[in-house]
């Protein structure tokens, strides 16, 4: 006859690995795993995508950008009907910013390269409020 001791002791070792799970390993991997390889990801992948502009904003940049943080620097925070808010940081500084973002406030359709893992991302990494940043953005013609 057993007295429930290895039970218990299962029981416990799974509770330990539970928490281990949840205050260790999860938060590693959401909030430094997965952003690096989405970026390494990105780097390698990128596609373009063309959309109508709804604004134009300067704004500081946060250290919860999926291209990695720490630094605050300039940036532009574009608001689009298709992708919602793509991020504009490579090549943005105090100097620039305000002519950047009048010059895409007044356009029509951009075109964006950005990061496919981003792109495809975009509606969860909202949740957390990280937006996509492009590499780089064309003012398409009007017509």
């Not at 299962?10 to 999860?26: F, G, M, S, T, Y």
Request: include cysteine; proline fraction near 3%.
């Amino acid at each position: 006859m057993t007295d429930g001791t290895p039970v218990v002791t299962l029981r416990k070792r799974a509770v330990a690995v539970a928490i281990l799970l949840l205050v260790i390993v999860i938060p590693v991997l959401l909030f430094f795993v997965v952003p690096l390889g989405v970026k390494v990801y990105d780097d390698g992948h990128q596609l373009s995508v063309s959309c109508e502009i709804r604004s134009a904003t300067t704004g500081s940049e946060s250290s919860a950008s999926l291209k990695g943080g720490g630094a605050s620097g300039s940036q532009v925070v574009v608001v689009t009907d298709q992708g919602g808010k793509i991020l504009l940081q490579d090549g943005v500084n105090r100097f620039n910013a305000d002519r950047i973002a009048e010059e895409l406030s007044g356009a029509d359709r951009v075109r964006f390269t950005v990061g496919a893992a981003s792109w495809d991302l975009r509606a969860v990494t909202a949740v957390f409020g990280v937006s996509p940043t492009a590499y780089a953005y064309e003012v398409e013609p009007r017509g």
